[in-house]
């Protein structure tokens, strides 16, 4: 990518943080340092503007999207009418990992979230392919959903082509995140608010067409409920976007946890009251074999109303939407975390004078997830999310195990339990879906060439850097 960027000199930078050293400070018990973003911060870098909600609403944004208008039809196929059990179980596993990330943040909030903590407290290279991972996957996936949000448009108003909306809609979101994070953020409020408010309709409505007799063959403790358990936890996985934008958090240290938290906790609410009215008024057969695009909208058709058919519809407009949003957003901050320590050219650190965002990185994302939309057929490219969200995730386990603090806030039971489930879902794509493993490793050796290639040292390896 770096043949497409500019090679800008930002030695001045570079220089400023090597006279920074870390300065040990306590607070509540942990002995903490001064993280690499307050020293940013205090150079003219990233500002905090961002409140608990906006943070909050980032990661549920990121989390509830089109897989809820599209997993859950996949997930009754296997766990029948006891869906909301699984449901719960797949938030319980993504817990684990959530309370690794809130241990991370507490002890330093730095822009580039799992990154910043593989590379300090694994290795630098660890670090770099937690990061080159998290870029690869999520723009792959910003570009599906942009096609999913075009497919969606499509569906309501024929007018509009799939393919051009989902250009002109990665542009649009590109621009805003270039004016401001603040800008994107409350834009992102209002996505939020709009599409939970429906996902609430949805449950209050669909509620009155309940059919008891759907849920008969009730049963909690088949395999099913597990395997579709797998299937739901991806659903769940934007819940830790606030980490990666933590350096522009108030008070992040408190807000970025709770945020990861909050979220979390109001995605599972919504995902175990969906699924059981979705259930409930056409029954898993129905919900899994209708083969619609979105069961949701197969799932409220039971109550006869063409408006609230449309206005599920529309839900899943919006949620595609913001998810999109989100991941603009959350790549251009990574690839400004990662340039930040040179691990990408430096010219993706460079900070826009007016609106004070990482400018290079917003664009470059923008633009490069708008010309992947191009392409109709991303099936096979997008497994890459799949194996990179697990691989991530498992990097982050196995760095808050190896945090060392003075108070700990969760026993090292939660990421190690939190790795380990990371690790059985790696092993359960690889007998599923070997193809996932296969892109997968493919991204792994490109980041793995270029670290080495950029880092001919063997000391980025294995030895963590602290800095």
Known sequence: MDQLIPMLKFEHYMSSMSKNRAIKMPLSGFVFSKSLGEQDSRRGGLKPTLGLWDATAISIGAVIGAGIYVVIGIAADYAGSALAISMIIAAIASTLTALSFCELAAWQPLEGSVYEYASRLISPFAGFLAGWLWIVSNIFAGAAVALGFASYLHALFPIFPPNWTAMIICLLFTLLNFIGVRESALFNNILVAAKIAILVFFVAYGALYIKPLNFADFNPFQVGVFSAAFYIFFAYSGFARAAVVAEEVKDARRNVPRAILLSLLISTIIYVFVGLVAVGLVGAPRLAGSGSSSPLTEAISASGSTAAIYTISAGGLIATASVLLTSILGV???????????????????????????????????????????????ARVVAISNFAFLFYHTLANIAALKLRVAKRSYPRAVPALGAATCITFLLITLLTKPETWIIGAAALAIGSAYHILRNPSTDSLFTPNSK
């Open 332 to 378: 251009s901050r990574m690839m400004y975390a990662m340039a930040r320590r040179g691990d990408l050219p430096q010219s993706l650190a460079k900070l826009h004078n007016a609106y004070n965002t990482p400018y290079y990185s917003i664009w470059i994302t923008g633009i490069v997830t708008a010309i992947l939309t191009l392409f109709s057929d991303l």
